[in-house]
């Protein structure tokens, strides 16, 4: 017998305004996409309109020695409520762009091309997953590979969410969106290993034979290590298939694409970008934060929709055009407080992660120092979801180079002295020692730790293997000429 009965459950869920969505999808925009959404908006709300050749506003700079006046209180995140049409009225309803102060012009990189990341995490967001799971596919996406591999363990990745956002998920879940991941574009992406990668491009293939498609997946799922060894005869008495089944498998298993990553993501230094901001050092010793909109056109609410808006009877405004002139209005008005406020929320947490990371601005890569979100949105008082949308796919300019914001980030390993220095001060160290090691006596990771242990660092050999593996660096006998 089936019995019906009530019961209560207590849940808490986060219901978005339409504003706040804008907002937080600005905010995740780098600035070569976000020129490319304003232009897009200017075309469809004929309400919002360029302003060309007036004054500009100042510039939206800040001193590093401004840190120190922090608030009492923590930033509250952007409040939104349904906008009242006489504020429209306001002439100061304006977006404008604006140039570095004196004049001064600073050279900013050309305009970026789609690094594999961002291609991901675009991919990502079609996603049919909760906020939880997308923050855990960024970071599985942002341990991806250049040749398309996730080679991070990822029981780490799912431990290093839950301590970063506070999220409590667990190896199931990670298990479950990293298959979504590897059925994005390009197929096969985020695999662990070759044949997890073919497997998942297989499976995903629709123009080969049905009957081919099983055997080729029979060979990869159950008899691997004999078909990278060629032992066709084995595999042959073992799957019970014929040697000519077992050529036409093979024929098929070698058009799937075994580096999926491969001529998509490009190195930094080889990558083109437009910084997002610029960080410099002036004659004062002061570090200067700089937003990049130079390129950004400046908009504002139309004057002649306003005026039509506020004079129905003179302009002969008909109810039909009345109304949609005010959806227009409010859209625009939207879109312009939410730029607005995107300004404001970027340049706040740009300030508090130069104040975190004075060292590295200030004297170079090698003085990074350990930095989570959470740190940051400890300073800043934003939701750590708000510093992941600042850090995304963001770069900033320095005296050192242009580096993504991302790399600002980094836990931390506790030196002899009981300090703590960022894993990518360490990745840097070993680096350097294998790029000065003598090639006919190159250094294992065994003789690594031993240097890197007298150097202060502490620090076991397996994370050195690890960390080595991370940066694409071959085995000391590989090394040997």
């Known amino acids: 017998?089936?019995?019906?009965?009530?019961?209560?459950?207590?849940?808490?869920?986060?219901?978005?305004?339409?504003?706040?969505i804008l907002y937080y999808d600005l905010l995740q925009?780098?600035?070569?996409?976000?020129?490319?959404?304003?232009?897009?908006?200017?075309?469809?709300?004929?309400?919002?309109?360029?302003?060309?050749?007036?004054?500009?506003?100042?510039?939206?700079?800040?001193?590093?020695?401004?840190?120190?006046?922090?608030?009492d209180d923590p930033i509250d995140e952007p409040e939104f409520s349904d906008v009242d049409l006489d504020e429209f009225r306001n002439d100061e309803t304006e977006v404008r762009r604006r140039s570095h102060p004196d004049n001064e012009e600073?050279?900013?990189?050309?305009?970026a091309v789609e690094t594999m990341y961002d291609h991901l995490l675009q991919q990502l967001q079609l996603l049919d997953l909760n906020e939880q799971e997308k923050r855990l596919g960024e970071e599985i996406i942002g341990n991806i590979d250049d040749d398309g591999y996730l080679r991070e363990d990822l029981a780490k990745v799912v431990e290093d969410t839950n301590l970063t956002f506070g999220l409590n998920l667990t190896i199931t879940d990670a298990e479950r969106v990293l298959a979504q991941i590897q059925t994005l574009d390009p197929p096969g992406i985020g695999a662990r290993n070759l044949r997890e990668c073919l497997i998942v491009q297989l499976r995903m293939r629709t123009d080969v034979p049905p009957h081919?498609?099983?055997?080729?997946?029979?060979?990869?799922?159950?008899?691997?290590?004999?078909?990278?060894n060629r032992r066709y005869d084995q595999i042959s008495r073992k799957l019970s298939v014929?040697?000519?089944?077992?050529?036409?498998?093979?024929?098929?298993?070698?058009?799937?694409?075994?580096?999926?990553?491969?001529?998509?993501?490009?190195?930094?230094e080889t990558t083109v970008v437009v910084p997002d901001f610029v960080v410099t050092e002036n004659d004062d010793g002061e570090l200067v934060i700089t937003l990049n909109e130079r390129d950004m056109p400046s908009v504002r609410i139309s004057p002649r929709y306003l005026d039509m808006m506020r004079d129905s009877r003179t302009h002969k405004t008909d109810a039909q055009t009345k109304e949609f002139l005010k959806r227009k209005l409010e859209s625009a008005k939207w879109?312009?407080?939410?730029?607005?406020?995107?300004?404001?929320?970027?340049?706040?947490?740009?300030?508090?992660?130069?104040?975190?990371?004075?060292?590295?601005?200030?004297?170079?890569?090698?003085?990074?120092?350990?930095?989570?979100y959470r740190d940051i949105s400890e300073r800043t008082g934003f939701?750590?979801?708000?510093?992941?949308?600042?850090?995304?796919?963001?770069?900033?300019?320095?005296?050192?180079?242009?580096?993504?914001?991302r790399d600002l980030f980094s836990e931390g390993l506790k030196?002899?002295?009981?300090?703590?220095?960022?894993?990518?001060?360490?990745?840097?160290?070993i680096k350097s020692m294998i790029e000065s090691e003598d090639k006919s006596e190159p250094l294992n990771d065994e003789k690594i730790t031993k240097l890197l242990n007298e150097q202060g660092y502490r620090v076991a050999r397996r994370t050195v293997t690890k960390y080595r593996e991370q940066l694409r660096i071959p085995p000391a006998r590989m090394r040997r000429i």
């Open 415 to 429: 030196t002899a002295d009981g300090d703590e220095v960022a894993t990518r001060e360490i990745k840097n160290k």
């Open 1 to 20: 017998m089936i019995k019906f009965g009530q019961t209560q459950r207590l849940s808490q869920e986060l219901h978005l305004q339409p504003q706040q």
């Open 383 to 405: 939701d750590i979801s708000t510093i992941s949308r600042v850090v995304s796919s963001k770069y900033v300019q320095t005296d050192f180079g242009v580096f993504k914001l």
């Open 212 to 228: 081919d498609k099983t055997v080729a997946l029979k060979i990869l799922e159950e008899e691997f290590e004999d078909y990278s």
């Open 29 to 71: 925009q780098p600035i070569f996409a976000l020129q490319q959404r304003l232009r897009s908006e200017l075309d469809e709300n004929p309400v919002l309109e360029l302003e060309e050749g007036e004054e500009l506003i100042e510039e939206p700079e800040l001193e590093l020695k401004e840190l120190d006046e922090k608030p």
């Open 335 to 372: 879109f312009v407080t939410a730029l607005m406020q995107r300004r404001d929320t970027m340049m706040k947490v740009m300030q508090a992660i130069v104040e975190a990371q004075r060292d590295f601005f200030t004297s170079g890569p090698d003085h990074i120092k350990p930095l989570i």
């Open 242 to 268: 014929t040697l000519e089944e077992i050529r036409k498998a093979d024929t098929i298993i070698k058009k799937l694409n075994p580096k999926p990553g491969e001529g998509f993501i490009l190195p930094l």
């Open 106 to 111: 600073y050279e900013f990189a050309p305009p």
